[in-house]
């Protein structure tokens, strides 16, 4: 199966557009396409595309972009994990997997146990590196809609936001509640997940989830690396509500 390949701009059809860059070299190098094969695009936003290839070369790929069809790839929840901040890579991890996923927004947060909060250089940096990982993985995965990347908030903020979303999940490794008791509803359309960073959350914290609508659930017996929690909490999750 053939990557997608992201153009933002299109506005109707039929529409001329140009790849550029690593990705034209992809297509005539790797995939080795010629003028005249077909290759699929996405605008990010839900919606895929069929395309000719014009005219080619190493580093520039012209198409004409002729038939518009509705995503077969996207998930019908619209989960938004919020992650404690983790230490440079870790983060990365994230973003790479629940982009694959099918995860509708991802917000990152700092909480008491986060790690010492970067500066805003080193977070404007490290937020271009977030949404450029969600490109290559959304392209690789055949999705047709970019996750929305949100700056770290505070947790307070996290909280604010949650008001609008139909089911609400904190996942804490004292919680005593089994995830076999969670059951799917045709109204959980859009679910907000709270991972906490390495060292968890303190019951502040799960005390003040709780008095906003969050139910607290526990990964299980064994204490999960925070990375690993925020990827399978996910994909549990997706599972439960019928997405997987």
Known sequence: MMQKFIIQDIDSIPFKANIHGQDAKHISKVLRLNKGDLIDITNGRGKDYTAVISNISQNNIEIDIIEEHESLTESPLQITLCSGML?????????????????YDWIPFYCERSIPTPNEKSIIKRHQRWEIIARESLKQCQRSRLPKISKPLSFKEVLDRSSTHDLKIVFWEKATQKLNTLKKESSNKKVMILVGPEGGFSKNEIAQSKENEFLSYSLGPRILRAETASISSCTIIQHILGDI
């Open 87 to 103: 230490k440079d890579k870790k983060m990365d991890l994230v973003i790479k997997h629940i982009t694959q996923l099918g995860i």
